[in-house]
C-alpha cells in the first residue's frame, strides 16, 4: 500500500469509517464502494478504506480480534510474526530480565507488539516510511514504545540490552520480489546479528525456516517455530537470550497447546545412529520442525522406532505412542510402487477419495491421484498411500491415519 493510502485514514473521518465496517466480503466490495461514494466520502478515502478492511480481514489468522485497530501494508503483513509467536519471542526477553528491546526492522509492528505489552521498553526501527507510520499507529497504545524511521544497522543502541531482528528476505525489483537464500544476503545480514550478539547484547533473529545448519553461527540456539503444522520461522538466539542445555529445538504450536523437543549438540548428519527397517507396525511423519531441527533420529529413539531410510524423514514403531512431534498413521500393506497395479487396486477397493503422501520419490500426488482415479468409478472408500523408498526399492505403503482418541498415552 503506498503512502497515499495510509494519509486518508489518519484523519478522524477516514479512522472512523474503517473502525464502522464489518468484515472484509470480496463478492460485496463493488456495491459496498458505490455505496461510501453516494455517501459523499472521496474516492481516495474509499480506496484507502475498502484496502485496509481488507488485509485486516485477513490479518485475523495471525493477530485474531486484534487486527480490527491494526493498520497493515500488503508486505508487512505477508513479513509479520504472527501473535502467538511473536509472545514466545517476548517471553524469552521477559525471562532474560531484558528491560529495553531495539526491534530493528519492526516492519508494521507485530513483535513489537508482544514486548510492549510485557512491559518492556521498545525502540522500534523501520526503514519503509508506510511501514513505519503503520508500525507508530499499531504501537500507538503503549507509551513505552517508540518508533523511528531510519537504517538497523546505524541505530544508536545506547541504553539497549536487547536486540530483536527480522531481516527482509526478499528482494524487489520491476518484475516482483525475490527469495534471498544466502544469510550474508539478507537486509541486515546476519553477519551483523553475530557482531551485535559479539558485543555481549542479548540478540533475537528471525530467519526463514530453510536457513541451512552449516550457516548457523557458533554458539547460538537455533528453534525452528511450527503453528498449526506449518513451519513458520527458525529463531537464532544469542547470549542471555539462548538456553545453556539447548543447541537445536523444534517448537510446535498447535491447539492444544505447545511442545518442544530439544537437543543440546549442533546437528551432525554423521552421527544419526538409528537404525532402519522395514515399513510395519505404525508410521510416524514427524512434523517440519522437527525435520528442520534434524531430531528426526532423536524422535526415532524416543518412540523406539526406527527409520524406513537413513535419508527419508519416516519413521516405524510397533508400539502406538501419542506424540505432539508427528503424525501417526498404521501401516496396513506395503505394495512395489507400479501405477498400473496401484490403478487395478484402486479399482478393487473402490476407493473415490485417495490422500497421497511422498519422501524421497520424484512423484506428483496431484497427478498420481488422477491417474490412480481416472476410471476407478468413484468408490465410497477413502485411502491414504505414503510413496517412499526402502534401500533400492520404491514402495507405496497402505495406512490409516490414527484417530487421537485412539492414541493410549503422551510420549
Known sequence: MAQEQIAPLLTPQGWELLNSLGPYSEKDALALNSTLRKAGH????????????????????????????????QTGLEQATRL?????????????GISHVADLGCGIGADSLAFSSMDIQVTAIELDETTAACATLNLMPFPTATVRQGEATTVDLTGVDGVWLDPARRTTTTS??????????????????????????????????????????????????????????ATLWFNALARPAVSRAALIIGPKGSAELTSPVPYDPLAQDVGTGPAEGYLYEPDGAVIRAGLVADLARSLGGHLLDPHIAYICAGELL??????????????????????????????????????????????????????????????????????????????????HRALPRTL
Not at 481488507?54 to 501494508?73: D, P, S
Not at 527469495?179 to 544476503?185: G, I, K, M, Q, T
Not at 473415490?352 to 503422501?357: M, Q
Open 322 to 403: 501419542d506424540t505432539p512431534f508427528a503424525s501417526v498413521y498404521r501401516v496396513l500393506e506395503v505394495k512395489p510402487y507400479n501405477v498400473k497395479a496401484l490403478k487395478a487396486w484402486v479399482r478393487a477397493n473402490r476407493i473415490g477419495v485417495l490422500d497421497i503422501k511422498k519422501r524421497g520419490m520424484s512423484v506428483t500426488p496431484e497427478e498420481l491421484r488422477k491417474q490412480l482415479l481416472t476410471g476407478s468409478g468413484k468408490g465410497p472408500n477413502k485411502a491414504t498411500l505414503v510413496l517412499t523408498r526402502i534401500g533400492e526399492d520404491r514402495v507405496a505403503v497402505v495406512v490409516e491415519p490414527v484417530s
Open 84 to 96: 502467538n509467536v511473536a509472545a514466545r519471542h517476548a517471553e524469552r526477553f521477559a525471562g532474560a
Open 42 to 73: 472521496s474516492p481516495e478515502l474509499v480506496s484507502a478504506v475498502l484496502t485496509q478492511s481488507r488485509l485486516r480481514t485477513k490479518a485475523e489468522g495471525k493477530f485474531g480480534e486484534f487486527a480490527r485497530q491494526m493498520i497493515f501494508t
Open 176 to 233: 516482483g520480489t525475490t527469495r534471498l537464500f544466502d544469510p550474508e544476503a539478507f537486509s541486515p545480514p546476519l553477519s551483523f546479528v553475530e557482531s551485535l550478539a559479539a558485543r555481549g547484547l542479548a540478540v533475537g533473529v528471525k530467519m526463514g525456516p530453510g536457513i541451512p545448519h552449516e550457516s548457523l553461527p557458533a554458539g547460538c540456539e537455533a528453534q525452528w517455530v511450527s503453528v498449526d503444522g506449518d513451519v513458520v520461522e
